[in-house]
């Protein structure tokens, strides 16, 4: 039985996560890590009356379980996964908001660590579709700009999947600009900038996450779109993750890496 601390085990994900851990044979939550949480609240977390629930990273106890499932913040992403790599939980990823410095850092610690792990910016098969299709094009589109809509409440902007998106496409085309010489009347209204890629990101209510990519060439235009309209298409990614960790002998960044 592999045993799951699932950080963030209040919130939205951390919840929807919990129920499929508890459907998911082989799998239980052991325990739980939120703010205000405390022990009493297994049965309004969905977690059986064992599951250690703690409201502090310091509270945790080494060894409670093998897998930290984070679905937590970006500004408690890094000290998070740092944490559960020195004290050797084989950590699964779903918070954005990393730098690539604090990616290479946790990297480098899982390895010295001897530990696998996943960062995954998106769990959706949608979104890790449209990745990989929006990759393709570059090579024959170098014109692009992303436009990433979530909720109101997201952290982070861009989002990780829009910033993953853009490190992709800039792997398979050649550096350019589009459009250099716009007089903005407006600061910042041209969007965010990722080696010539312009991300624009919205933020609304009634949104979940949905993400398009237009290409743009002479004479015609590729728009490629995905959208999720509900937390529990993640779930699949998640399950998919939960699974072959054990099996990664490295910090593994995108779901893409290990379908």
Not at 60 to 84: M, Q, R, S
Not at 239 to 257: F, I, M, T, W, Y
Request: aromatic share 6%; net charge negative.
């Amino acid at each position: 039985m592999q045993k799951v601390l699932v950080a963030g085990i209040s919130g939205a994900m951390g919840q929807y996560a919990t129920k499929m851990i508890n459907d998911l044979d082989g799998f239980t939550v052991a325990a739980g890590l939120g703010l205000g949480i405390q022990d009493g609240d297994q049965a309004k977390l969905n977690v059986t009356d064992d599951t250690k629930l703690y409201s502090s990273l310091d509270q945790v106890e080494p060894g409670v379980a093998d897998i930290w499932l984070d679905f937590t913040a970006p500004a408690a992403v890094f000290p998070d996964v740092k944490f559960a790599l020195n004290n050797g939980f084989r950590p699964v990823v779903g918070t954005t908001g990393l730098t690539d410095d604090q990616e290479a850092e946790l990297k480098q610690l899982a390895k010295d660590k001897g530990l696998g792990g996943l960062i995954a910016p998106n769990f959706g098969m949608s979104a890790v579709l449209l990745m990989k299709f929006a990759k393709e094009a570059a090579e024959y589109f170098p014109d692009v700009e992303i436009i990433e809509m979530h909720h109101e409440d997201k952290k982070d902007a861009p989002s990780g999947t829009a910033l993953s998106t853009a490190k992709l496409i800039a792997e398979n085309r050649e550096p350019h600009q589009t459009a250099p010489d716009t007089l903005e009347t407006l600061d910042n209204v041209r969007g965010g900038d990722y080696q010539g890629i312009k991300i624009h990101s919205v933020r609304l209510p009634g949104y979940v996450a949905h993400e398009q990519v237009l290409f743009g060439g002479k004479g015609e235009a590729l728009t490629i779109r995905q959208d999720s309209f509900d937390r529990s298409s993640f779930m699949s990614g998640v399950k998919v993750a939960l699974q072959k960790v054990a099996s990664l002998d490295e910090l593994v960044v995108g779901l893409e890496n290990i379908l």
